[in-house]
């Protein structure tokens, strides 16, 4: 095999999310002359984003000075806020938590959004490349020096199909990893340097999102609806929104943490069922699903922060962690920790002293007065209600910090049974993943290798089949994992063409023997909107 091309910047940064390209933006707007670089695994920037999204414009204004008079393509101020508890039939409004008023916020589609940052970033002389994934981390000795973009053109048993290209090596004297909740390099990073061992686990979420045209008039345009409670029981977390924008559309969405537990529950058919609550379904009825997809959230917050620099390299936005979950918000923890990294390697082009400047920064001090709202969770939604309205009034100055706990170690056994779900016969579309996954527009070359690995398959049967049923089956909103037994044997099937890029099973496998790996650049999801 031939040397690989070598490409030199003074920074690269990982994922055109919003931390990478306010990083990006903000880095040649404080020195001109450095050399940025934005590497996007997605077709097109934004096309794999997926979020609520209702952000803060704070960071925005400090970022992009007078963005109002050319906002982004969705961009709705935000109107009332309604914060509900669902039961089968009914609904009760609840008082608005402080930490979610919205008050100056806008509603916008984060993918639409960070599409429409990535001009401002190339007109500031940021080169910008969509459609290459960075597969691998360079190291020189210890270090990280760069990435190593993935081959092109290699057929499922790693020969060379006609138009192979080789990846090329992008070297820089600093790497930022942006690519958001359990990006695949950032994973290997935290755990090669042991980021993470002075931090309790990560904690994680599945989020599922559908944008909705509907018939005139049911619409009003920033209006901001959450809910607890139904279709979930009281010992799981997660809840909705549904956000109003404008030209008729509304966008749904359902989240359920992934330390739900029971092996049984599949986190899509609950979305499809908070949607079958009268209120949801009048609202719904007649419209049509324009875009759908999925994604994970991190959640731990204060106490599962990792590390966040490295030697050669350093850690922003979700791939750090900075989701604010009380806040049912990130957008705005992204984009001031890529401009609090810009502004630290404008000063000095080496990830060292980051860590501590992030953690002494307004940015964990948000994290650090909410650290015990989202861990008060684990023991019910009422416990955690209260739980929530204690560390509120006291603005987090209690003297505890709740512990987190890993997501794929909560799991029951099967014999210790599940919880029981109320749930109804339903008419609304999708009727189930497989036709979710035609509204996410995902592709993938079927010639390409697996990018979704399960390491060790025998535990699929051997075990967790008896302990677990076979969770990968449920959890996972687009049917990649399938058991299968035929002539051939018993066995899970990956259906890896159908993969939304949502992580899900990365974090939940009850054996950690699921790895999710980058595929070729371009593949995937391509997200209107979302």
């Known amino acids: 095999m031939s040397e690989r091309e070598i490409m030199e910047y003074d920074v690269v940064v990982v994922g055109a999310g919003p931390a990478g390209l306010a990083c990006a933006i903000r880095l040649k707007q404080l020195n001109a002359d450095l050399s940025v670089c934005v590497i996007e695994k997605s077709s097109e920037i934004g096309a794999h984003i997926l979020s609520g999204a209702v952000i803060e414009p704070q960071p925005l204004d400090e970022l992009i000075p007078g963005w109002r008079d050319d906002p982004p393509p969705i961009c709705v101020p935000a109107g009332r806020d309604e914060f509900l508890l669902f039961s089968k039939t009914g609904k009760r409004k609840l008082p608005t938590p402080p930490q ?86 950032s994973k290997r990073a935290i755990k090669k340097y042991g980021l993470d ?80 609550h009268p209120s949801m379904h009048a609202l719904l009825e007649g419209g049509e699903i324009l ?69 002494d920064s307004v940015v964990v001090a ?23 309205a204690i560390e509120t009034v006291t603005a987090g100055k209690l003297p505890r910090t709740l512990v987190n706990h890993a997501d794929h170690a909560q799991y029951r056994k099967l014999e210790q049974g599940g919880f029981d779900y109320d749930w109804v016969e339903r008419d609304l579309p999708p009727r189930d993943r497989l036709a979710s996954v035609y509204f996410a527009s995902t ?7 697996v990018h979704l690995k399960i390491i060790e398959p025998d535990v699929c049967f051997s075990r967790c089949e008896a302990e677990f049923g076979n969770p990968c089956t449920r959890f996972c909103p687009a049917s990649v994992y399938e058991k299968v037994d035929d002539e051939n044997g018993k066995r899970i099937q990956i259906n890896a063409a159908n993969c939304v890029h949502c992580k899900t099973c990365d974090i939940a496998d009850p054996y950690q023997v699921i790895n999710w790996v980058t595929p070729e650049g371009g593949s995937g999801p391509n997200y209107s909107n979302l």
Not at 326 to 338: C, D, E, M, V, Y
Not at 443 to 449: I, K
Request: with cysteine; charged share 25%.
């Open 100 to 185: 979610q008023d919205n008050d100056g916020n806008y509603i916008v589609s984060l993918g639409a959004t960070c599409a429409w940052l990535a001009p401002k970033a190339e007109a500031l002389g940021v080169d910008l490349f969509p459609g290459f994934a960075a597969a691998e981390l360079a190291y020189d000795d210890e270090a990280v020096c760069g990435v190593i973009i993935g081959d092109m053109g290699v057929d499922r048993e790693g020969g060379e199909k006609d138009g192979y290209v080789q990846g090329i090596e992008i070297r820089a004297a600093v790497t930022v990893l942006g690519e958001g909740c359990r990006g695949h390099l």
């Open 197 to 276: 061992r002075d931090s309790d686990p990560q904690t994680y979420a599945i989020g599922m999102k559908e944008l909705w045209q509907l018939p005139a008039g049911r619409v009003e345009p920033g209006l901001i609806q959450h809910s607890v409670g139904w279709p979930l029981p009281k010992q799981l977390y997660g809840g909705s929104f549904v956000y109003h924008l404008d030209k008729d559309r509304v966008a749904v969405g359902f989240v359920c943490a992934l330390d739900y537990g029971d092996p049984r529950f599949t986190p899509f058919e609950a979305f499809q069922q908070f949607k079958h």
């Open 291 to 359: 875009s759908a997809g999925a994604r994970a959230l991190v959640e731990g917050g204060y106490q599962s922060l990792p590390r966040m620099e490295m030697p050669g390299a350093l850690l922003i936005g979700d791939a750090a962690g900075l989701l604010n979950v009380p806040k049912i918000k990130g957008t705005h923890q992204a984009l001031r920790s890529g401009m609090l990294a810009a502004e630290h390697l404008a000063e000095r082009l080496d990830s060292k002293g980051f860590d501590a400047r992030l953690r």
């Open 366 to 388: 948000e994290l650090k007065k909410v650290r015990n709202i989202r861990p008060g969770f684990q023991k019910g939604l009422w416990r955690g209600m209260t739980t929530a």
């Open 443 to 449: 592709a993938h070359d079927e010639d390409q290798p």
